[in-house]
T-cell receptor, first 115, second 109 residues
Framework: GAVVSQHPSRVICKSGTSVKIECRSLDFQATTMFWYRQFPKQSLMLMATSNEGSKATYEQGVEKDKFLINHASLTLSTLTVTSAHPEDSSFYIC???????????FGSGTQLSVL | QKEVEQDPGPLSVPEGAIVSLNCTYSNSAFQYFMWYRQYSRKGPELLMYTYSSGNKEDGRFTAQVDKSSKYISLFIRDSQPSDSATYLCAIGSARQLTFGSGTQLTVLP
């Protein structure tokens, strides 16, 4: 299957700082990328959908000014958690899709811990 | 009613057993059916993908879709301890993909 690389795998930061997470499709061009949040023993919660070259579409209840998403190229999307707080601590996962009918491939996830 | 319901488990089976994982869905417009395996603190890995009713087999895994009943299953034959993980169904359309809550499976050696 296609490879989606996500970095960093783990990050610990102080409250009030910003953290950037990168998601790259390594062997295909991803027209659409998705960002999820996952709490322990729970399923994936879709945060936002980003299409290359356009603004991300955020799910209800997700603060777009807090979770900044940039999809500047067909192989890279970034999620920046701004002014992070302890309640933002979670496992964040990205996924990428080639075309609208195609399979979804996931990155390996980023565990964010805000102290 | 949730759009996708998945048997929550957890499920614990002896090595070599046949495992059955199930999901139901409510939206008849859903046409893509996927199963993912997720190890702890890792991203989900695509196991099976189909968009038609019937069975699809890949090694020890068989995905079954019954669109008339809005019911999908994943069967694992000859289960191994390495199959221990959380299994997520994902069902959707071109515009929307909804994940089940996941079933945690433990295969005991």
């Amino acid at each position: 299957g296609a490879v989606v690389s996500q970095h960093p795998s783990r990050v610990i930061c102080k409250s009030g700082t910003s953290v950037k997470i990168e998601c790259r499709s390594l062997d295909f061009q991803a027209t659409t990328m998705f960002w999820y949040r996952q709490f322990p023993k729970q399923s994936l919660m879709l945060m936002a959908t980003s299409n290359e070259g356009s603004k991300a579409t955020y799910e209800q209840g997700v603060e777009k000014d807090k979770f900044l998403i940039n999809h500047a190229s067909l192989t890279l999307s970034t999620l920046t958690v701004t002014s992070a707080h302890p309640e933002d601590s979670s496992f964040y996962i990205c996924s990428a899709r080639v075309q609208i009918r195609e399979k979804l491939f996931f990155g390996s996830g980023t565990q964010l811990s805000v102290l | 009613q949730k759009e996708v319901e998945q048997d929550p488990g957890p499920l614990s089976v002896p090595e070599g057993a046949i495992v059955s994982l199930n999901c139901t869905y409510s939206n008849s417009a859903f046409q893509y059916f996927m199963w993912y395996r997720q190890y702890s603190r890792k991203g989900p890995e695509l196991l099976m993908y189909t968009y038609s009713s019937g069975n699809k087999e890949d090694g020890r895994f068989t995905a079954q879709v019954d669109k008339s009943s809005k019911y999908i299953s994943l069967f694992i034959r000859d289960s191994q301890p390495s199959d221990s993980a959380t299994y997520l169904c994902a069902i959707g359309s071109a515009r929307q993909l909804t994940f089940g809550s996941g079933t945690q499976l433990t295969v005991l050696p």
